[in-house]
């Protein structure tokens, strides 16, 4: 009987912990997603056709931050959806830019350009 008493003592504190625990566990799991800094950002593009749309969509892709990038082919504006505090809106410029698309008024890097199929080149590297 002696022994008995503080075992169930030692019993319900371990429930207890195991639930303070699972609390916790649970206030980092789900705020901390909902929480995630997310914005969205419309860039015009110099993009022509359906490969800058692929080559523009699958580059961003890898970018780390981006959550998705979607151009659309008739206003040549890009979609960006990302994470606030890993980038910043003129970082997402300056890899359109390397990737040979001028991205608002950040002009493309001339060597992207030139490195770019005939066809996306065929508007110049200066055409709005
Ligand atoms: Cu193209």
Redesign the pocket.
Known sequence: MQNFIPNLALGRLRFSLIVVLGCIVLAFLNPAQAQQPIATLQIETS???????N?LETELGFLRGIKSATLNLDTKVLTVVYKTNRLKPDSIREKIASLGYRADSVPAEPKAFEA??A??QAEGLHHP
């Open positions: 993009a022509i056709c359906g490969m800058c749309k080559r770019l199929p066809c996306c």
